[in-house]
Nanobody, 115 residues
Framework: QVQLVESGGGLVQAGGSLRLSCAAS????????MGWYRQAPWKQRELVAI???????KYGDTVKGRFTISRVNGENTAYLQMNSLKPEDTAVYYC?????????WGQGTQVTVTV
């Protein structure tokens, strides 16, 4: 079992930045994929970014060039640096860890971007 705790969400004006953190309860060295997803009201959960154990990354089309995902295995933490935030980025952001075939989710952190 892996528990994930997100932090770093909050209220920010459009154009601003936030950094989200996802702290795991145990080593993430064996975690194949760490990822961030988001869900806005009345919308389906969507991919924001993932990072594999080899450091390769993938981003959702709407965040490319603005968001950066990283992982620090020694800290058992994944990060999401969000720049040039837009009101449409407003959502609950969830961290996900994929270990072979088992998936773990955090409880989510709210990000609200105002005009």
């Amino acid at each position: 079992q892996v528990q994930l705790v997100e932090s770093g969400g909050g209220l920010v004006q459009a154009g601003g930045s936030l950094r989200l953190s996802c702290a795991a309860s145990k080593s993430i060295v064996s975690i194949n994929v760490m990822g961030w997803y988001r869900q806005a009201p009345w919308k389906q959960r969507e991919l924001v970014a993932i990072i594999n154990s080899d450091g390769s990354t993938k981003y959702g089309d709407t965040v490319k060039g603005r968001f950066t995902i990283s992982r620090v295995n020694g800290e058992n933490t994944a990060y999401l640096q969000m720049n040039s935030l837009k009101p449409e980025d407003t959502a609950v952001y969830y961290c996900k860890a994929l270990q072979i075939t088992r998936a773990y989710w955090g409880q989510g952190t709210q990000v609200t971007v105002t005009v």
